[in-house]
């Protein structure tokens, strides 16, 4: 059981490129977020889905789309990278509602230049 | 304020001591609370879920205080293997649906 991939694991970008980052799960799960992890600022949320064809913005939204076509992905746009965006970057998936734990995926580390 | 806070550490113990980690909330409505532990470079992993009663597993006890939007881990007889960054998290219900915040981290160095 796979339970939440991403793809790539490392990317190195210069500023002004584009890239897409792909989360997939196999749980069958409703809800899936992505988060950026930068030193001392902790798990922050871009953005996530409650299900298949809907959207939501988090904390920290510019600069980045999503897109969430299928139930089972969850893709992350950076149209123009910019050096603020080298970070670490995590997907997760869970149930909704309730007392639910999120599964996280491996970590995609981005480095803009 | 942040939705979520903790104490940054790090916390530098002897292996076989007990250490205890708060964290505090804002949002009155939060629903569910949990411990998630992060290895370094690693992705985080539920530690434990905190319940209203409290909650102990193994070493590790958690507990909730609604009124005083806190929550605490507490370890007992600390392990080399226990070092880690421990992450609370927080989920409540928001207009766009179910959102999870979580704290900065704190960082445990457990040692010889």
């Known amino acids: 059981n796979a339970g939440v991939t991403q793809t790539p694991k490392f990317r190195v970008l210069k500023t002004g490129q584009s890239m897409t980052l792909l989360c997939a799960q196999d749980?069958?799960?409703?809800?899936m977020y992505w988060y950026r992890q930068d030193p001392g600022m902790g798990l922050r949320l871009i953005h996530y889905s409650v299900g298949e064809g809907t959207t939501a913005k988090g904390e920290v939204p510019d600069g980045y789309n999503v897109s969430r076509l299928k139930k089972q992905n969850f893709l992350l746009g950076l149209e123009s990278a910019a050096p603020s965006q080298t970070s670490v970057y995590f997907c997760?998936?869970?149930?909704?509602?309730?007392?639910?734990?999120?599964?996280f995926g491996q970590g995609t580390r981005l480095t803009v230049v | 304020r942040k939705e979520v806070e903790q104490d940054p550490g790090p916390f530098n113990v002897p292996e076989g001591a007990t250490v205890a980690f708060n964290c505090t909330y804002s949002?009155?409505?939060?629903?569910?609370f949990f411990w998630y532990r992060q290895d370094c470079r690693k992705e985080p992993k539920l530690l434990m879920s905190?319940?209203?009663s409290g909650n102990e597993d193994g070493r590790f006890t958690a507990q909730l205080n609604r009124a005083s939007q806190y929550i605490s881990l507490l370890i007992r007889d600390s392990k080399l293997s226990d070092s880690a960054t421990y992450l609370c998290v927080v989920n409540g219900i928001t207009g766009g649906g179910n959102k999870l915040t979580f704290g900065t981290g704190t960082q445990l160095k457990v040692e010889l």
């Open positions: 949002n009155s409505a939060s629903q569910s």
């Open positions: 997760a998936s869970s149930y909704p509602a309730g007392v639910t734990e999120a599964f």
């Open positions: 905190v319940y209203s």
């Open positions: 749980m069958n799960h409703e809800y």
